[in-house]
């Protein structure tokens, strides 16, 4: 089946330690993209990738990085800079440019303590 | 990207026909009208979108009114999974950023049996 998959689906970390959330697609998508939703909030967007080794700050990238060393996969690493980091963090992936669609994953949902 | 407004919340009877409104009525000439929706803890999964024309898919109508500044999403026979948040967005198609997701809060739909 086509998809994408995020691992894993909930994930604990002590505050001060970095971690990094998985998000692999096998649509053959060029463009990725990582979103944070926080309780009774729409999304927003945290950085995107258009294309393999480039990728873009989104409206809130400050406490986190990416990386797109392969066109499948699309790492997001929770610095320990970011102030709130429990959050549900989706990945997305769609066709890199016109009016398509974004197919999401079924997210993380990450908690901090 | 144009501003959404969507009311909050609506409920629905099972097996009825569901509409939800959406107003943009900053909407340019070249953005598109997207439908997605939220089911709890889950992705949002893409339905239907359009540019002036109504639109028709398998899952639901879109109907944008002639002077583009307000939509309505019909689900023609509402059942117990449609109980989501559904999400009104509007953007542009080309180009890199167009690509972004703008997500408000959206309208929280209650089917009912």
């Known amino acids: 089946d086509g998809g994408i998959t995020q691992s894993p689906k909930y994930l604990f970390r002590k505050e001060g330690q970095n971690v990094t959330l998985s998000c692999e697609q096998n649509?053959?998508?060029?463009?990725m993209y990582w979103y944070r939703q926080d309780p009774g909030q729409g999304l927003r967007l945290i950085y995107y990738s258009q294309i393999v080794n480039d990728f873009q700050k989104g409206d809130i990238a400050e406490g986190y990085s990416v990386s797109r060393e392969k066109k499948e996969s699309f790492p997001l690493t929770v610095t320990s800079a970011q102030k709130n980091p429990t959050a549900f963090y989706l990945c997305?992936?769609?066709?890199?440019?016109?009016?398509?669609?974004?197919?999401f994953g079924p997210g993380t949902r990450l908690t901090v303590t | 990207d144009a501003k959404t407004t969507q009311p909050p919340s609506m409920d629905c009877a099972e097996g009825r026909a569901a509409n939800l409104p959406c107003n943009h009525s900053t909407i340019s000439g070249n953005e598109y009208v997207y439908w997605y929706r939220q089911i709890h803890s889950q992705g949002p999964q893409y339905i239907i979108h359009g540019l002036k024309n109504n639109e028709t898919n398998e899952m639901a109508s879109l109907i944008i009114t002639e002077d583009r500044k307000s939509s309505t999403l019909i689900l023609p026979h509402a059942t117990l999974r449609d109980t989501a948040v559904y999400y009104c967005?509007?953007?542009?198609?080309?180009?890199?950023?167009?690509?972004?997701?703008?997500f408000g809060g959206g309208t929280r739909v209650l089917v009912k049996p």
């Open positions: 997305a992936s769609s066709i890199r440019q016109g009016p398509y669609e974004q197919y």
């Open positions: 967005i509007v953007r542009v198609a080309h180009g890199a950023a167009g690509n972004k997701l703008t």
């Open positions: 649509l053959n998508h060029d463009a």
